[in-house]
T-cell receptor, first 114, second 114 residues
Framework: AQSVTQPDIHITVSEGASLELRCNYSYGATPYLFWYVQSPGQGLQLLLKYFSGDTLVQGIKGFEAEFKRSQSSFNLRKPSVHWSDAAEYFC????????????FGKGTKLSVKP | EAGVVQSPRYKIIEKKQPVAFWCNPISGHNTLYWYLQNLGQGPELLIRYENEEAVDDSQLPKDRFSAERLKGVDSTLKIQPAELGDSAVYLC????????????FGPGTRLTVL
């Protein structure tokens, strides 16, 4: 069965430090992969998505993610974290190679120290 | 452009009472999704509409949950009667078309059942 694993429940980084959030998936075919961010009291906002092609994907707010097929991973990165990045981050897989019927991971909560 | 609108944002009810959530999708979006998000978890799909037709309701607990999307625009999700375990955030999302287009999420309704 398809699944998404985000191994880190909670991460704390200092403002200005680099960030990497891990995501591993289990899916037989070529996946569609997504990262969403959820701020308190807000809905989920799409940061970036991967369908095919260049395995390094650029998103909004300075985020990027790299698809590594050999590791079944789609890790999210940011070179310098801002206090406003504190939120919960969700990785998702689109079933059937599509954007529909998303399977989400359990999320990683990011805290930012001043 | 207005995003996905949901109301109410918060609801507190006694167990066994009925409750309803309302969602107005982005104008022109034919596909509407209802998700359930339990504390510490990612969203899970409950039902998907294509215009006014419920095309995927396999995860909807039909003994107590119902949904409708009259005229293919806004939608209502109902629980009757509510149970303690229904306490969660109910998210609505919409997209232009399933499965190729990005899903846009509303802020959600946080339900507390006492």
């Amino acid at each position: 069965a398809q699944s998404v694993t985000q191994p880190d429940i909670h991460i704390t980084v200092s403002e200005g430090a680099s960030l990497e959030l891990r995501c591993n998936y289990s899916y037989g075919a070529t996946p569609y992969l997504f990262w969403y961010v959820q701020s308190p009291g807000q809905g989920l906002q799409l940061l970036l998505k991967y369908f095919s092609g260049d395995t390094l994907v650029q998103g909004i707010k300075g985020f990027e993610a790299e698809f590594k097929r050999s590791q079944s991973s789609f890790n999210l990165r940011k070179p310098s974290v801002h206090w406003s990045d504190a939120a919960e981050y969700f990785c998702a897989v689109g079933l059937g190679g599509s954007q529909g019927n998303l399977i989400f991971g359990k999320g990683t909560k990011l805290s930012v120290k001043p | 452009e207005a995003g996905v609108v949901q109301s109410p944002r918060y609801k507190i009810i006694e167990k066994k009472q009925p409750v309803a959530f309302w969602c107005n999708p982005i104008s022109g979006h034919n596909t509407l999704y209802w998700y359930l998000q339990n504390l510490g978890q990612g969203p899970e799909l409950l039902i998907r509409y294509e215009n006014e037709e419920a095309v995927d309701d396999s995860q909807l607990p039909k003994d107590r949950f119902s949904a409708e999307r009259l005229k293919g625009v806004d939608s209502t999700l109902k629980i009757q009667p509510a149970e303690l375990g229904d306490s969660a955030v109910y998210l609505c999302a919409s997209s232009l078309a399933h499965p190729r287009d990005t899903q846009y999420f509303g802020p959600g309704t946080r339900l507390t059942v006492l």
